[in-house]
């Protein structure tokens, strides 16, 4: 969806500078971020740091 609203908004732009249309429709639109907790992360995807001992014994 990403790709496609920024493409409908680069068609509408150009259609502004030629004249072809008076107002971008798409100029106030915007996707939605999905919000994720702690629990919808896989253990794979959390980065995984080391504490202060770990790194002294790295």
Not at 21 to 27: A, G, Q, S
Request: net charge neutral.
């Amino acid at each position: 969806m990403k790709g496609i609203n920024r493409t409908d908004k680069m068609i509408f732009r150009k259609a502004l500078e030629l004249e072809l249309i008076k107002k971008d429709p798409t100029e106030f639109t915007y996707l939605k971020k999905d919000k994720k907790s702690l629990n919808d992360f896989e253990e794979n995807e959390i980065p995984k740091y080391m504490e202060k001992e770990e790194l002294s014994l790295f």
